[in-house]
């Protein structure tokens, strides 16, 4: 096992992945793709690994001609052999992979070649995926010695790297590693930027995510406090000269996908989504499309990582479709509106101006997304046989009330499968970003919910009542809490990692 360098933070399981590629007990030739979001750290963790392998990293450069790609490629091997560059002629890829599988067999503690920013070389030298394969081959059934080595293939446009090992193309069955890198998770990211208060990490989890590529580009370090994040969302992400300025960056994000070609459809299409749009009609409403037509815009979105459909836990008709980059719905919801006030240095009463949007449509969505993380990720470590299977929301009818009842958080157990009927509910949990603490007529609401799903035939017995608040919760409901068994509070604290108030009950 190659050890982790200090400086590669988290990513411990795909460390370990991508340890039992390199050391698999196969003297032949092993093919891995490993892809991901812009700025999700795929170079820096593939540099670090290429560096303790003692193996060659090659990367393709944007808009780099099939000339200058091939010398760069060239000058790489020769510098990794120790040989001048002048003595080094190769004039095609298949000599050139050839000879880095070659000397990275020489020389490699573990012989690893990694091809970085693969679509890059795609759109000049679209012969490299059916030399990898003539190569993969021949390292099983040809003639004479065999080429050996591992080779990961990199690349952050998702839908050409996924496309690699699709239908016919040449790699399709061949790859043993096929790796997606995604963002820190909300905790990761609080370590990452250094911050101490939990308030703090919210907000910056909240507009730019976990993805780590953000935090060398900002200009002024970490906000230390709520009171001075204001002033840092403006020096940086609403700052056209700073490198996360975010429309700069979403243009970034688009342009990787060479399938979107007119983007601004695809601006009119997340905005929409960030303003609460949540299905094809209503997005179809806003931007003036027909429903069916944008079934490939909102594919392509998805399969690129930037919206998700998510289906109701309990019913299958409702799916929703949700923003899943934080960037991009700061983008759509604040820089984009307020455009002509940031271009004019006005990004101080750009910033005022969107301040109940951010409250609203960005802190308290990702506050509820995060509660939902909680629950998959944290709460059966606090109670022990708390095994959670799907997780996601719900809408409860209230047929004698004539209304429905929105759930943030829904968990079902480990034998209940989505939608499926009589489902096992071992949690139900709201969650609130506003500035009022919650209270027992919060958990009366929860209690009722409860209620109208055991009367629709759920199950309901032993099911965990949570109401997860930003600004905590008024003595009263805490006291009740604390007396019964089915009860969880939980706090910005607790979700960063401290203590819920559970009913005393749940630890006899």
Excluded at 172 to 195: I, K, N, P, Q
Excluded at 326 to 337: E, H, S
Aim: glycine share 8%; with cysteine.
């Amino acid at each position: 096992m190659l050890e982790k360098p200090a400086r590669v933070l988290a990513r411990d399981r795909e460390w370990r992945i991508l340890n039992q590629f390199l050391a698999a007990d196969d003297p032949q030739l092993r093919l891995g793709l490993l892809s991901g979001r812009r700025r999700y750290g795929k170079s820096f963790l593939l540099r670090a690994l290429t560096e303790q392998a003692g193996g060659l990293y090659l990367s393709a450069v944007r808009e780099e001609g099939r000339i200058a790609a091939l010398e760069r490629a060239t000058a790489a091997v020769a510098a990794y052999a120790g040989l001048p560059e002048a003595e080094v002629r190769i004039g095609d890829w298949e000599r050139i992979l050839t000879t880095a599988l070659d000397q990275v067999a020489r020389q490699a503690a573990l012989p690893l070649l990694v091809i970085d920013e693969l679509p890059y070389l795609l759109e000049h030298s679209p012969e490299i995926p059916g030399i990898l394969q003539k190569l993969y081959d021949d390292s099983r059934t040809g003639p004479g010695a065999p080429v050996r080595g591992r080779i990961i293939l990199c690349g952050s446009a998702m839908s050409v790297m996924h496309e690699l090992l699709s239908g016919t193309q040449p790699l399709r069955g061949r790859a043993a590693l096929d790796m997606r890198l995604t963002a820190f998770d909300y905790r990761t990211a609080r370590e990452l930027w250094s911050v101490d208060d939990p308030d703090v990490a919210l907000r910056l989890h909240a507009v730019l995510g976990g993805a780590p590529g953000y935090r060398q580009l900002v200009a002024t370090g970490t906000p230390g406090s709520v009171d001075t994040f204001d002033t840092w969302v403006m020096d940086n992400l609403l700052s056209p000269d700073i490198g996360v300025f975010t429309r700069t960056e979403t243009e970034h994000l688009l342009r990787e996908d060479p399938r979107i070609t007119r983007r601004t459809l695809y601006y009119d299409v997340l905005t929409a989504i960030a303003r609460g749009a949540s299905s094809p009609t209503k997005i179809g409403g806003l931007v003036g499309r027909e429903r069916t037509a944008l079934a490939h815009p909102l594919d392509v979105l998805a399969s690129s990582g930037y919206v998700v459909k998510e289906a109701d836990v309990l019913r299958g008709r409702n799916t929703s479709i949700k923003l899943a980059d934080p960037v991009i719905r700061f983008n759509q919801l604040i820089a984009v509106p307020r455009a002509d006030l940031i271009d004019r240095g006005r990004a101080d009463q750009a910033w005022r101006a969107s301040a109940a949007t951010f409250q609203s449509k960005i802190l308290g969505p990702h506050f509820e997304d995060l509660a939902r993380q909680w629950t998959g990720h944290y709460a059966h470590e606090l109670l022990p046989g708390l095994e959670l299977g799907a997780i996601g929301t719900t809408v409860v009818s209230d047929p004698r009330a004539k209304t429905a009842h929105e759930v943030d958080v829904v968990a079902l157990d480990l034998d209940s499968r989505p939608q499926q009927p009589g489902a096992r509910i071992h949690l139900l949990g709201e969650a609130k970003a506003t500035i009022e603490r919650r209270s027992p007529h919060d958990l009366a609401r929860l209690e009722h919910i409860r209620s109208l799903l055991a009367s629709q035939g759920y199950n309901t017995e032993g099911t965990v009542l949570a109401l997860f608040s930003l600004n905590g919760f008024f003595p009263d409901l805490v006291r009740t809490a604390g007396q019964r068994k089915d009860v969880a509070l939980v706090d910005l604290d607790a979700l960063y990692g401290g203590p819920p108030r559970w009913g005393a009950a749940r630890f006899v």
